[in-house]
């Protein structure tokens, strides 16, 4: 899978994604990514794809939903600040990757 290869940088993705994604290429005018992280990806798959096809996202709505159900738990933060809960093992993992997602230290 994916997340199980071991890619340097986002460009060292295009080949493989490439090799994914080739059995749609001339078929598709439009691809939707169907899971929020795949955002991640979405500069690779638009550059595989070209400009004459479109790729959308549904994160705006995913993020509208999320803003929405906050305010109706009336557990939304306004002050900008970011807690991270997991009580999962892979804690210090995630702390680490949203941090450079977000573009912290």
């Not at 550059?47 to 509208?64: H, M, P, Y």
């Not at 999320?66 to 210090?92: E, H, M, P, Q, S």
Request: proline share 2%.
């Amino acid at each position: 899978t994916l997340g199980e290869q071991n890619f340097e940088t986002p460009e060292k993705l295009v080949p493989y994604l490439s090799s994914i994604l080739k059995k749609f290429f001339g078929n598709v005018d439009c691809v939707v990514l169907g899971c929020t992280h795949y955002v991640f990806l979405k500069k690779q798959i638009s550059q595989i794809f070209g400009r004459d096809v479109c790729v959308l996202d549904g994160n705006n709505g995913v993020a509208s939903r999320v803003k929405n159900c906050l305010r109706f738990f009336d557990i939304f933060n306004n002050d900008g600040g970011i807690r991270f809960l997991n009580k999962g093992k892979t804690y210090t993992k995630l702390v680490c990757a949203y941090t450079k997602i977000l573009g912290g230290d």
